[in-house]
């Protein structure tokens, strides 16, 4: 008792910046959201109106975005899933030397700022960029191909390049927590490396699959410099509504609204990710293991 104390009393920090940084917030954008605002003395109107929810719920604009949003975020999810599973796994196998420059290696791309990476990916590959050049030379095209660039394919290809190493942290942190002699007993016991694989190693990777998944679709469904800046004419994002609607429109209540609205919606759908990704046996098995 006095342990399940103590863990409990480590929380209360936690949860105290938590409600300091996140509901009190979301507690001024609710109120923020009821407001009017007199355009003609630019000021915002404490009033108990749903106009902004109105405006929400009817504007076929705000849910084209929010649907693009979660679309986003779940594409980029599922390839970096795809990508990053067997990179993870790999990484257990190394050396404890080679971990530590391949755990470098990966996270390298993230010591530099959001903004330097996407200039330096409209550097490679814009119509004079390094891979026009390269199938140029290669005598592959005689034209710039166009789509590399300021299109949801490089949009997408930079929120993966991006995501990808939050992916395979989380999945690797997961693997190196596997007991390695119950692979062992499964080959023992006559299981094909496929069959360990799928039977011993997927559902014990469950729950670090799950956190990246939640931690990629929130990045890449959240992002707003790397669509509007790769994107092109695609590159519309409702952060970028909301950043517009905060600052140039001066129309807080509905920028209010659809901030609320978004994060209800992108909650409610990493949520039902993880939750089916946490129903497999294995992740219960782990969540089990680690409880008092």
């Known amino acids: 008792m006095a342990s399940v104390l103590h863990r ?3 929380a209360v920090p936690v949860a105290f910046i938590l409600i300091l940084g996140c509901v009190l917030p979301l507690a001024v954008l609710l109120v923020f959201s009821v407001f009017e605002v007199d355009l003609d003395a630019f000021t915002l109107v404490p009033a108990f109106s749903g106009q902004s929810w109105t405006q929400m719920f009817t504007n076929p604009v705000f849910t084209f975005l929010i649907g693009k949003s979660v679309v986003s975020g779940a594409g ?5 899933a795809l990508i990053g599973y067997p990179i993870a796994v790999s990484m257990t196998r190394l050396p404890v030397l080679w971990k530590g420059i391949g755990s470098i290696v990966l996270l390298t791309p ?3 700022g959001e903004i330097v990476r996407i200039y330096a990916w409209r550097v490679v590959l814009g119509s004079e960029g390094l891979v026009n050049a390269a199938l140029k030379w290669l005598g592959v095209i005689d034209e ?10 490089t949009t997408h290809l930079v929120l993966l390049y991006n995501n990808l190493p939050f992916m395979v942290l989380a999945i690797w942190i997961s693997a190196e927590l596997i007991d390695k002699r119950l692979i062992e007993a499964a080959r023992d016991l006559g299981a ?9 190693i997927l559902p014990l990777t469950t729950p670090g699959l799950a956190v990246g998944v939640f931690t990629v679709f929130a990045l890449a469904a959240g992002d707003m410099m790397t669509p509007s800046l790769l994107g092109g004419t695609s590159g519309a994002t409702p952060m970028a509504m909301i950043d517009n609607l905060f600052g140039t429109a001066f129309d807080w209540p509905l920028a209010s609204a659809l901030s609320l609205s978004l994060l209800v919606i992108l909650f ?13 046996d294995g992740a219960r098995a782990v969540f089990r293991r680690g409880a008092p």
Do not use: M, N, Q
């Not at 980029?76 to 970096?80: F, I």
């Not at 094909?192 to 011993?200: L, M, Y």
């Not at 409610?268 to 497999?280: H, K, S």
């Open 8 to 10: 409990a009393h480590l």
């Open 76 to 80: 980029t999810a599922l390839l970096a």
């Open 110 to 112: 993230l010591y530099t």
């Open 144 to 153: 710039p191909v166009k789509f590399l660039l300021f299109s949801p394919f």
């Open 192 to 200: 094909r490396p496929i069959d360990a694989f799928f039977k011993v």
């Open 268 to 280: 409610a759908f990493a949520t039902g990710f993880v939750t089916i990704l946490l129903r497999f």
